[in-house]
């Protein structure tokens, strides 16, 4: 959905300024007494050029003797690189475009220059559907027909309803950052009395300063008026990408309109797409920190989870440090996989929440956000979170409280005083720019980061050890019993026991001995062309076993792990789509292939992390089946075997 928009300086005293336009006569009531002289740019003019021709303009002594002419030179040449991009994509214009209707008011003797008459009529013709007046000027241009020299004033009620109405949409919009057709979804949901012209609404917050309205993808000199780095000639400001795709655009009329490709899933973001902004408020300071025994009393923690929440809510009742970076402030939770990282969040939402802050939980895949979701609602049922994923149903709801996908986040813009992410190191988050760029976005100015990780990227590790970074670790389970360590057995690569049709004779005795004492076993591989064929060879050997795959084609997915938990199924193959966020009592792991490349020592550690998680089966197997004795697989069993005995010098171990 794409947009044309006025643009227009206008001049206080020696002031002067420059801004778009929605709605004119929105803009003519809200200048009227105040500015002294007035030019229209442009009545209709493509959104981005117009965001960053606002951005560009500078303005000098010289300018109000200005006449039309002279202001069409003066944008032109703002726009000098966009004219002749759109000449060289066949855009042919008449003489003097796209400024052949700049006009200059001297205010206030000039009366009607918005072109739209009084504000009176604005919202009587949304209601009534009604086309406004029309206006004729000495040229013979359209011009307000004044009834017999009076001059038709605003009613007081419909001032009072746009301000209202401006009101109620900056609130719906808090914290948020939506295309028009998301906000005028949002609109049509929870502000119906505003869906025919929620556009006067929004001119009237934009220039209260309560909301941004920009182009989602915009040049350098717009960027760098909201803050942004002006490395790159364009770049969406949705997830910070930079845009590959130009055609031709109906909407704007323009025959090379860019547009950005890495978010195309969300929403065509282009240049002159309207991305709505609330304008961000500074974050909240958290309550001070409280002792291990408090934390642990009030949420049931253990010793080790209790430590690790005390020492985070300790940083979030810090003031503010001074650093050259302008980032929100970082905390690494750095926590064994099954120590019950979701549990030591909850003292750090409930202190934000005290505080009178919002709160976001995010996380890179939608099977842990499932997960989680039950148990945020469980733990602060006043602040039931609003789960947010592809195809949610609570997209627009509002809640003290987010669980969202990292995805997700690029909806929203400086809206938290405190942001969780949980797995940092995982697929899609990990090494992903726009994910990044999204998670540092929404966090409001003066808030706080808290991340969490079994296995933290290598440089995070590096600047938690130097003192750079501000930690705790947290080497045990809830349960306090050590982290299984894994057992190696040789077998040959899988593909070619599957040509073969057989696998091999040890393989099937840890299987079995795994099915004799009921545990539910995870058997995961490197390649889901494997997933077939090893179903139908373990269903051939075990025929009396419930046994199925899945993977991230597998829209059945969900059903099948919530089957697995519920022990319906008793061995599910896998890829490491399962590695992390998913619990399942009394498992056992066995990772065939484990010295694929695929696996990464973190990738290990968390498909290790499967097994012994619940505290009647602490125990738990795991078992790597490769043909080599990896680099991967060494360091995985040594990072297991650290932190095994991290926890046993701290005391948290007692066996």
Known sequence: MGLKVAVYVVAQGREWQARISLNLAVDELWWAGEAEGLVVLSRSLPLGWAVKLAAACRFTDQ???????????YAS?????EIRAEQADG?????????????VYRLPEDRGWSGCGELEGVWENAQTGGQGKEWMDER????????????????RSEMEMLVAGADRLVAALDGRSLLQGEAEALVSEQLPELAENWRAAAQLAYLQGRLCLTAAVLGPAGAARLGLRRREALRCLRCGSVPTGRTACAACGLAGCAYCEACLALGRSRACALLLRSAPLPAVRCTAGVSPTVAARRWGLSAAQAAAAAAAL???????RRSADPGPERFLLWAVTGAGKTEITFPLLEAALAAGGRALIATPRRDVVLELAPRLAKAFP???PAVLYGGSEDRLRRSRITLATTHQLLRFNQAFDLVIIDEIDAFPYHNDSMLDYAARQVCKPGGRFILLSATPPVGLQRLARSGRLPHARVPVRFHGHPLPVPHHIRIPPLYRCLRQG?????????LQRSLDRKAQIFLFVSRIAHIEGLLQLLRRIFPEVSIEGTSSQDPGRAEKVLKFRDCTISLLVTTTILERGVTVPH??????????GLFDEAALVQMAGRAGRSKDDPAGNVIFASAEWSRSQRAAISQIRSMNAIARRQGYIQS
């Open 140 to 155: 013979g241009s359209r011009r307000e027909n004044w009834r017999a020299n009076e001059r038709v004033s605003l009613r």
């Open 314 to 320: 300790g940083f979030l009742a810090e003031p503010r």
């Open 382 to 384: 006043a602040d039931v």
């Open 91 to 103: 855009g042919e214009r008449g003489a003097g475009w796209p400024f052949e209707e700049a006009a």
């Open 502 to 510: 057989k696998l091999p004779g040890r393989l099937l005795s840890a």
């Open 63 to 73: 300018m109000q003797h200005w006449d039309e002419t002279a202001w069409r030179k």
């Open 587 to 596: 498992s056992d792991v066995f990772i065939l292939d484990a010295d694929s």
């Open 77 to 81: 040449a703002h726009l000098k690189t």
